[in-house]
């Protein structure tokens, strides 16, 4: 199990293990409860570790282009319709708002 983030608050880190994990990405949060006593506890309190150490280079290469933007950008402006319901959704939507139905490759 390898540390692959330091979060500022417990929402920060649960945003982030959940991208990882809709990317396939085991990951858990450490440290949540505890940061209610930041200024006596060491700053990276709250953190996301992720289960798989093999996974660490495309754990923090999909991090980082989440958190500069890249991951957004590189959906923003890509449509695609719902398999399901056939609703047409924006590019940034990994599953129909609709029905729920991830869009393909997305599980």
Same mark, same amino acid.
């Given at each position: 199990?390898?540390?692959?983030?330091?979060?500022? *608050?417990?929402?920060?880190?649960?945003?982030?293990?959940?991208?990882?994990?809709?990317?396939?990405?085991? $990951?858990?949060?450490?440290?949540?409860?505890?940061?209610?006593?930041?200024?006596?506890?060491?700053?990276?309190?709250?953190?996301?570790?992720?289960?798989?150490?093999?996974?660490?280079?495309? $754990?923090?290469?999909?991090?980082?282009?989440?958190?500069?933007?890249?991951?957004?950008?590189?959906?923003?402006?890509? *449509?695609?319709?719902?398999?399901?319901?056939?609703?047409?959704?924006?590019?940034?939507?990994?599953?129909?708002?609709?029905?729920?139905?991830?869009?393909?490759?997305?599980?």
């Amino acid at each position: 199990m390898k540390q692959i983030h330091v979060a500022k *608050h417990a929402p920060e880190a649960h945003l982030v293990k959940g991208f990882l994990e809709s990317n396939g990405i085991t $990951a858990v949060v450490r440290g949540e409860f505890l940061t209610s006593g930041w200024g006596e506890l060491p700053a990276d309190v709250c953190s996301v570790w992720i289960a798989d150490d093999a996974q660490f280079e495309r $754990a923090n290469e999909l991090l980082i282009a989440f958190l500069t933007g890249g991951a957004a950008r590189e959906h923003r402006g890509r *449509h695609w319709r719902c398999p399901r319901c056939g609703e047409e959704l924006e590019g940034q939507f990994t599953a129909c708002w609709k029905c729920g139905t991830p869009r393909a490759g997305e599980s």
